[in-house]
């Protein structure tokens, strides 16, 4: 008994920081002040493909994505029972694809997918849920490291004992992710080996292709309809979906051919946006073989927001202005900037390849400030900006070098709306900026642009924060 508690209580301290821990713990955070009204679950191909921000703003509605790298279905059953211990949104949506079903049991403890569905179970105390799911997952010594992190993860101790285990997940990736409730999205696109894999994609999608896969079988039927018998438990509407990957669209597209017709026959909604692939998506959409980038995520997004709202009536009249949900970069592009505080917005020429239209920032957390630049015109090509490190350098106080601040930031478009976008984000701890300038280095020459100088900058902070 002493035992239970002891990992009861302390368990928690032992769980590493990765994105699903970064999730729940916002999810847990914000269900207590406001009520969700659309959930994602499901894998990694989920938290890249459906922005949160879109949902919010397309359709009022408070929406969270509660999806776990490499999550099989099982483990998605798990997640979603919790969710709704704590949450009663009025749908959720459930990703589903070929690869989420199982996992071979002759693979190792420690490098299989099973290792990888560790971090989930650990934001979640141990209960006879929990030990249940557990159990017809794991069997002998994979049980006993799967039902709590203070053992598995025994390199945390020293964390502990410091008093070192504050949540601080992507907080150092500042121009990399655009991340809010749960979406992951990036700026990378396809390598040149993915981008030969992408060369054969068959667009005919009204000809689906025929492999050698295997059909839908009883045991995947059981798991859907395992998840269809939670959500309908606590009276929650649910729809399953399969968001395109082009591994699969080269692959299996057979397989979500016939899981059409599985869902059809169990009676429940399901999208299969395989069959949409050519209307929405292109090779540039994606980070690689597997995941949305965020140009894919807003476009898949877009898309299925049009969907939700022709085919379920979701109006909230609980919708939040909570800051949480809509100070991120996505809202402030749909709002068109109306909500970012401008320092310029005229044309500013660094140099032949680089001219800015607007620029302007927004508090996204505290003290950490996002710069949003809007480049003038399409005529400028993406891969000649490649060659370039963006920079802001600020001076607090008196203009010395001691007070100097340089942040660097890479020039990767955004493209929402037929606008182009860079942005930075950049930790200040003030208020008031004696001198702020913006400008571009040559990675070969290490020669500088013109610099775009600000004298005398008060940032606005937000007030709601």
């Given at each position: 008994m002493?035992?239970?508690?002891?990992?009861?209580?302390?368990?928690?301290?032992?769980?590493?920081?990765?994105?699903?821990?970064?999730?729940?713990?916002?999810?847990?955070?914000?269900?207590?002040?406001?009520?969700?009204?659309?959930i994602?679950f499901?894998s990694?191909?989920?938290?890249?493909?459906?922005?949160?921000?879109?949902?919010?703003?397309?359709?009022n509605?408070?929406?969270?994505?509660?999806a776990?790298?490499?999550?099989?279905?099982?483990?998605?059953?798990?997640?979603?029972?919790?969710?709704?211990?704590?949450?009663?949104?009025?749908?959720?949506i459930?990703?589903?694809?070929?690869?989420?079903?199982?996992?071979?049991e002759?693979?190792?403890?420690?490098?299989?997918?099973?290792?990888?569905q560790?971090?989930?179970?650990?934001?979640?105390?141990?209960?006879?849920?929990?030990?249940?799911?557990?159990?017809?997952?794991?069997?002998?010594?994979r049980?006993?490291?799967?039902?709590?992190?203070?053992?598995?993860?025994?390199?945390?101790?020293?964390?502990v004992?410091?008093?070192?285990?504050?949540?601080s997940?992507?907080?150092?990736?500042n121009?990399?992710?655009?991340s809010?409730?749960g979406?992951?999205?990036t700026?990378?696109?396809?390598?040149?080996?993915?981008?030969?894999?992408?060369?054969?994609?068959?667009?005919?999608?009204?000809?689906?292709?025929?492999?050698?896969?295997?059909?839908?079988?009883?045991?995947?039927?059981?798991?859907?309809?395992?998840?269809?018998?939670?959500?309908?438990?606590?009276?929650?509407?649910?729809?399953?979906?399969s968001?395109?990957?082009?591994?699969?669209?080269?692959?299996?597209?057979?397989?979500?051919?016939?899981?059409?017709?599985?869902?059809?026959?169990?009676?429940?909604?399901?999208?299969?946006?395989?069959?949409?692939f050519?209307?929405?998506?292109?090779?540039?959409?994606?980070?690689?073989?597997?995941?949305?980038?965020?140009?894919?995520?807003?476009?898949?997004?877009?898309?299925?927001?049009?969907?939700?709202?022709?085919?379920?009536?979701?109006?909230?009249?609980?919708?939040?202005?909570?800051?949480?949900?809509?100070n991120?970069i996505?809202y402030?592009l749909?709002?068109?900037?109306?909500h970012?505080?401008?320092?310029?917005?005229?044309?500013?020429?660094?140099?032949?390849?680089?001219?800015?239209?607007?620029?302007?920032?927004?508090?996204?957390?505290?003290n950490?400030?996002v710069?949003?630049?809007?480049?003038?015109?399409?005529?400028?090509?993406?891969?000649?900006?490649?060659?370039?490190?963006?920079?802001?350098?600020?001076?607090?106080g008196?203009?010395?070098?001691?007070?100097?601040?340089?942040?660097?930031f890479?020039?990767?478009v955004?493209?929402?709306?037929?606008?182009?976008?860079i942005?930075?984000?950049v930790?200040?701890?003030?208020s008031?900026?004696?001198k702020?300038?913006v400008?571009?280095?040559?990675?070969?020459?290490?020669?500088?642009?013109?610099?775009?100088?600000?004298?005398?900058?008060?940032?606005?902070?937000?007030?709601n924060?």
């Amino acid at each position: 008994m002493v035992t239970l508690l002891f990992i009861k209580l302390g368990e928690k301290y032992f769980i590493k920081e990765n994105r699903f821990n970064y999730a729940n713990y916002k999810f847990n955070e914000l269900n207590k002040v406001l009520e969700f009204d659309l959930i994602f679950f499901g894998s990694s191909k989920s938290y890249c493909a459906y922005n949160p921000a879109i949902f919010q703003n397309n359709l009022n509605v408070n929406t969270f994505n509660l999806a776990g790298q490499d999550q099989t279905l099982d483990v998605t059953s798990f997640v979603i029972e919790e969710a709704l211990k704590k949450s009663k949104p009025k749908l959720i949506i459930v990703d589903v694809a070929e690869s989420m079903f199982f996992i071979k049991e002759s693979d190792s403890i420690f490098t299989n997918r099973k290792s990888l569905q560790f971090p989930t179970y650990d934001n979640y105390g141990l209960s006879f849920n929990k030990i249940t799911h557990l159990k017809s997952i794991y069997k002998g010594e994979r049980f006993f490291y799967a039902t709590s992190p203070i053992i598995r993860n025994h390199g945390k101790w020293m964390d502990v004992f410091n008093c070192n285990y504050k949540k601080s997940y992507l907080e150092d990736k500042n121009n990399i992710f655009l991340s809010n409730n749960g979406y992951i999205g990036t700026l990378q696109y396809l390598s040149n080996s993915d981008l030969k894999e992408a060369e054969d994609l068959d667009q005919a999608t009204n000809k689906l292709l025929k492999t050698e896969n295997p059909k839908v079988g009883e045991k995947e039927i059981e798991i859907l309809k395992n998840i269809k018998n939670i959500a309908d438990k606590h009276d929650v509407d649910i729809l399953f979906i399969s968001t395109p990957t082009i591994r699969d669209y080269n692959t299996n597209l057979s397989f979500y051919e016939d899981l059409e017709q599985v869902f059809q026959d169990i009676n429940t909604n399901y999208l299969n946006l395989y069959k949409e692939f050519d209307n929405i998506l292109e090779p540039k959409d994606f980070k690689d073989i597997v995941h949305l980038n965020y140009t894919g995520g807003s476009k898949t997004s877009q898309h299925l927001a049009e969907y939700l709202k022709s085919n379920y009536d979701l109006t909230s009249t609980m919708a939040s202005s909570n800051s949480s949900l809509n100070n991120n970069i996505t809202y402030h592009l749909l709002s068109n900037l109306e909500h970012v505080n401008k320092i310029i917005d005229s044309s500013f020429e660094f140099n032949k390849e680089i001219k800015l239209n607007e620029l302007g920032y927004f508090e996204e957390g505290d003290n950490r400030f996002v710069f949003l630049m809007k480049l003038e015109g399409n005529l400028f090509k993406e891969n000649e900006l490649d060659k370039y490190t963006g920079f802001v350098r600020y001076y607090k106080g008196e203009i010395t070098e001691d007070n100097k601040n340089v942040n660097g930031f890479p020039l990767k478009v955004i493209d929402i709306n037929k606008d182009k976008f860079i942005f930075a984000r950049v930790l200040i701890d003030t208020s008031v900026i004696s001198k702020f300038d913006v400008f571009f280095l040559d990675k070969e020459t290490k020669k500088a642009s013109k610099f775009l100088t600000i004298k005398d900058l008060k940032f606005i902070k937000n007030a709601n924060l």
